[in-house]
């Protein structure tokens, strides 16, 4: 059944304007404009496009708009226009719907409804400008307490150190796996990294022999599939990250659809070419806290107890008793993953149903592990769904030591949030492993506009904690004080541990 | 006091040349393995560990070749991540054996537990006798690398499964006689490449495999596989007794197992 009369965006041509360039036909990637030499006219198939505005970009006479459908189905709150498209697409297809980046969904959004206390009178702010404010983080895991011992007529620490890892700023970018996103993209999130001084998550999908070099600031990740992973590359990073779950799909595992699987990544992931790469749910080797230490420990072995180990979860209900249980497995660092995480390709059911806001996940955690006093003994970074420096100010006063940006370094590469990932087929040559559409990124310009954001939310940052008076994280971290909330129920503020404005 | 230091005196650490011998009774296993590979580290390419009861990821790390001995009982993760190492073990090993591995040898005079050899991307792993479930899961595969099992007597369920690449050959054998011992269940589920050979067993296999006869130019392979397992171990079988169309061959039907599950 032909499903076109209520497409989601419709294509408007103005004829007077268009020059009949094509422009529009080569940049668009889901063969929405074709020119009709016959016509000498350009047509579109406006129910084939997922607005991710390519070809408004590359229209070089602005011929072009991108609308909403004014012919949408009759306007219902329950059955509103994306319920019943979804239904018409599945009916069609008998298929689990697929999407890419994160869930959108109404009321999960808690950053907007806290907010952050500023001096006045009585406490002096700090101006950034003139004073030096601190954004380093220290990352891994910390002695339950500081001894000294003299040595020469000096005091040394006796403590034997645990290893960790040093940020010039609390953000770091999040797990893009080569396959879910092309070695362009990584190499500009690395060497942003660089820049910025911080740490690039390179993702499930093996770590390429060309960005080797970029190690000092990348964190290796290791998830069910144990894609490319060797005991160079888990000595190539600083850091080893084991995926367990996350945010865009709580409970289950990824899935390279085989059209990314190019001979380049057959050869990193150690898989053949064109076919499913999978990584299931569990890791086979981990079904308890116990099994995770043991892999913790096994990596820490091939590791030597250089790096530091993090263990990623989804945020879901009862994540504060598993972090703790990851804190007592041997973890340096937790990773916990909100509902708004983003993925290349996630069921949408679950991306859309399944865990729970960062906010809520981060303060619980961050509560039961002070509660059991093991707080310090480990960090914690937080991600999925953070848009700017604020909500990253609000991030550490909850608790997080830092957090992973992923869909926002995204934008900074041109990404429009179309949601098409998951088909490979990104105009903007970012989440495609095509050859040819990934040249459509500029690596100069992208790492640029990378590492331009980090450094911008560093600012503001700065700025921030310099009005309310704060010169180090240290001293954000888990400052509730610093956080009321509005429009939030006796139950939201508990979970949040702070106190409701005004008060 | 240093471990090499106080293990020496008392006789319970040898080293002369390049080989080295070591009653590992009581050591944790981050001892053992640190000692083993500093050990490496100056110079020793063979040791010989006693008493081994339960020190897990034995090999784990070690950046030089060495052929390691262990008598005794390994703990899990026996030769996690090794890459070139080999490993004879006298005894059996527990689960993880080989896991993600990525080149060597691991030869166990006894049988595995779960997950042996899972993820693993290169080197052999011969088990005298059973395994337990899942082994040889997500095995990788690429160019010319590729790992093989080969596992004398039966596997548990869920064999092969997510399997990628490499080869696992299950003989079947019990106690030495040409008799059946297993039929593990869920084999090869959500196989994407490589290959599983077993003898005689009904086969209960998941979706999206093939399950078909061997041809001659699989029997060539099975024949010298068969060949080196019995050298491993020393048995005074003759090759031919095993060698008929009693084995299956399993592969995946589709490298695209979940297409159209989605859309
Ligand atoms: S890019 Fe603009 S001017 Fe060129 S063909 Fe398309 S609509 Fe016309
Ligand atoms: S990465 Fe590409 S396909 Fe994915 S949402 Fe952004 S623009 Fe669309």
Redesign the pocket.
Known sequence: MRNRAASTYIVLRKEDKCTKCRACVEQCTYGVHSYNPAKNVIESKSWLC?N?LRCVEFCPTGALTITRNPNSYRMGHHWNHEAIMDVKRQAETGSALLE??GCDGPNLTYWDRLLLNACQVTNPPIDPIREPIETRVILGRRPPRVELKPENRRLMLKNELAPYICAETPILLAAMSYGAVNLRVQEAMARAAIECGTYFNCGEGGLHPELRRYGSHIIVQVASGRFGVDIEYLNSGVAVEIKIGQGAKPGIGGHLPGEKVTEDIAMVRMIPKGTDALSPAPHHDVYSIEDLRQLIYALKEATEYKKPVAVKIAAVHNAAAIASGIARAGADIIVLDGVRGSTGAAPKAIRDNMGIPIELALAAVDRRLREEGIRSEVSIIASGGIRSGADVVKAIALGADAVYIGTAA?IAL????????Y?GR???G???TDAELSKRLNLEEGCRRVANLIKAWTMEIKEMMGAMGIDTIEALRGNRELLRGVGLTEGELRVLGIKVAGE | MDLRESLEPRGRLQVDGNVALLDATGLHYRELNALMRRLSAEGVENVELHNVNGQRYIGTGLKRPMNIIVRGTPGNDLGMFINGQRIFVYGNAQDGCGNTMNDGLIVVHGSVGDVAGYAMRGGRIFVRDDAGFRLGIHMKEYGGKKPIIVVGGGAGDFLGEYMAGGLILVLGLKEEKNECVHSPKFVGVGMHGGVIYMRGCTIHAGKNVLVEGVEDEDLKLIRSLVEDYFNHFNLDLRVNDFISDEFVKVTPSTSRPYMGLYR
């Open positions: 997922s991710c890419g980046m995204l041109g990404c429009t949030l179309c949601k098409m990932c088909t990104c105009a903007w970012i989440a495609t």
